[in-house]
Each structure stands twice: as C-alpha cells, then as structure tokens.
C-alpha cells in the first residue's frame, strides 16, 4: 500500500498545517528545523486510519525518520488487521519507526518527541481531518465521485483553510456549496 504525501493533492493546506520541531539547545538532537511530512495510503477502499509522519530535516535536507501513527483502538486495529497479533497492532497503533524505511541514528530520539507532540489533541484532530480529506478524494478520484463515509466527528471548521486546495477559509469558499 503506498503512502503519498499529503501536500501532492492539498499543497495550500499542508503549506500552512504541516507541524514542525525546532530543536534549540535539545541535549538529545541537533540543532535545527524538523517537519512532519504527512503521508497517508493511496488505496482505493482502504480504511487503514493511519498517517506516516516523514520528518524531514531542513539542515541534512533528508527525512532522517519514518514514524506511523494510527490514532483508533487496538479493536479497530485488531479488526482490520484481521488477526489479533499484540505486536503488530501495537505497530499499526503506533506511533512506531515504520521498519520497511530508512531511519536515521536520530530516529529513536524522533519518535520519542513525535510521541510528545501526540499528546495536543488538536493536532491528532487535524491528522484526522487530513485523513479523511485525503481519502475522499482518492475515493472521489478513482470511483467517478463516490467517496468512504467520512468519519462524522471529523469535521472542516468555517474557518480552516478549505479542502478544495483554494488557500480561502472553507466558510468562503466551499461551505456553502455542498449538495
């Protein structure tokens, strides 16, 4: 299943959503700006409800660790997965070093930090919002416009950036244009 980036079909939003680290004076990692690129799973009908969080190191000019984070519970895991295997779950759950990636001497600190920042609830919210925008449109784009249920608890505030990739608030934008 192939994970692509979300700012490839929402560059507006991920340009002013992406979450970065800036280590300053950290004891445990260098100095310097680190984004969490997120890529989500491009397969039509899948229901992973997973992101990858590649960070990115703005000084080496790599992604120097791979962290998959799934934000539902070990039943749903367990369920989708099809086999109740503790280990695995705990990987798909997360968050966890993907193992198939490359993984820089950093990556262990990474994920101790990326475990951190899961704590703002805000942010899982807004991983959980770009999920399902993402997936609608890989749906949208591979079905001729039929599309997962989204998640109703997951919805775009008036004044986030809109979904449609504009760069307006939703309330300007496509609010109003729902059928």
């Known amino acids: ?77 367990a369920d989708w997965f099809g086999r109740n295997d503790p280990q695995a779950i705990a990987d798909l759950q997360g968050p966890a070093l993907n193992l198939a990636s490359y993984q820089s001497e950093l990556a262990p600190i990474l994920l101790n930090k990326i475990k951190y920042v899961l704590n703002d609830m805000n942010y899982v919210e807004r991983i959980k919002r770009h999920y399902w925008m993402f997936k609608d449109l890989i749906e949208e784009e591979n079905n001729g416009g039929s599309s997962l249920k989204s998640d109703k608890s997951v919805k775009i505030g008036r004044n986030d950036p809109c979904p449609c990739g504009s760069g307006k608030k939703y309330k300007k934008c496509c609010m109003n244009k729902k059928t």
């Open 1 to 77: 299943m192939p994970y692509v980036p979300f700012h490839e079909k929402f560059l507006a939003i991920a340009k002013e959503e992406t979450r970065a680290l800036i280590a300053i004076d950290d004891p445990e990692l260098p100095e310097g700006n680190y984004y969490l690129v997120e890529a989500y799973c491009d397969e039509v009908g899948c229901d992973c409800r997973r992101v990858f969080l590649n960070v990115y190191s703005e000084e080496r000019n790599e992604i120097v660790a791979v962290i998959a984070y799934g934000w539902e519970t070990r039943r749903f895991y």
